[in-house]
């Protein structure tokens, strides 16, 4: 059994016993981890309260056989996640980078860059960077990350570079636009404007840069959370819980 060190976002913590929570965290070494916290809940327990849903902290955890859930022995605070005290649209913005964490990563599979995006990503919403444009870098991060970036500029079957204008076949299943060629026939495919690839692909370019200002316009903004939704929910198997929660229509 061996004590590993790394740094962790927690994402979920759930009471186990009178003193004890289970917790999931996305570590930068690990992935996804799930641990036994003894003695979290206590008042002056051994982790300081450092278990704090969406906490930036540094651990040493052992780990456990394949099935049974790791032992977390140290956690020491780092950075909290302020935006729970202030601002609702960006505790749940927090929220949903925790969602997308747990429903697009498997336990013990590390992604590193991931982790990086999250935690900036964070860091961002509790520092006022523009939301909107947050929130989607951070998904098309994770996109990439889980080998599910969307095709935008050339058809996502034959890999023909499209022009746009007006409107644009996006096909969710396999996560692209499509050429006019390639569109009869196929199925799940929705009509998205061509401001809204133009901005996921402006985003997608921007990768790693926290945006000053935001650049969305805000009337495109209604129509892209459609299209980010359901795709996601073509992805994950069903719509995430807090996507309705971003802001804006998300009826398709
Ligand atoms: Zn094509």
Do not use: W
Not at 155 to 169: A, L, M, N
Not at 240 to 251: A, I, V
């Amino acid at each position: 059994m061996a004590a590993e060190k790394t740094h962790a976002i927690v994402l979920k913590v759930v009471e186990f016993s009178e003193s004890s929570c289970v917790v999931t965290l996305f570590t930068e070494d690990f992935g996804k981890v799930g641990a036994l916290a003894k003695g979290a809940r206590r008042p002056k327990g051994p982790f300081e309260g450092a278990i704090d849903l969406l906490a930036l902290i540094r651990i040493v955890f052992l780990r456990k056989s394949s099935d049974s859930l790791d032992l977390l022995t140290e956690a020491k605070l780092e950075r909290r996640f302020r935006s729970a005290q202030r601002d609702l649209a960006r505790l749940y913005a927090g929220y949903y980078v925790a969602e997308l964490l747990t429903e697009l990563t498997e336990r013990g599979d590390p992604h590193p860059a991931l982790f990086q995006a999250a935690d900036r990503t964070l860091l961002d919403l509790d520092t006022g960077a523009p939301l909107v444009e947050t929130i989607v870098r951070f998904e098309l991060t994770a996109l990439k990350e889980a080998g599910h970036s969307p095709s935008l500029s050339g058809c996502v079957i034959c890999g023909r570079e499209i022009k746009f204008s007006g409107r644009v076949p996006f096909e969710m299943t396999s996560g692209g636009v499509l050429c006019e060629n390639c569109r009869p026939g196929r199925r799940g495919v929705v009509s998205v404007s061509s401001q809204v690839i133009d901005a996921l692909r402006k985003i997608s370019l921007r990768e790693g840069e926290a945006p000053a200002e935001p650049f969305l316009d805000t009337t495109i903004h209604g129509e892209l959370r459609a299209v980010l939704n359901n795709y996601f929910a073509h992805l994950v198997g069903h719509r995430l819980r807090m996507s309705d929660s971003l802001g804006s229509s998300t009826k398709q």
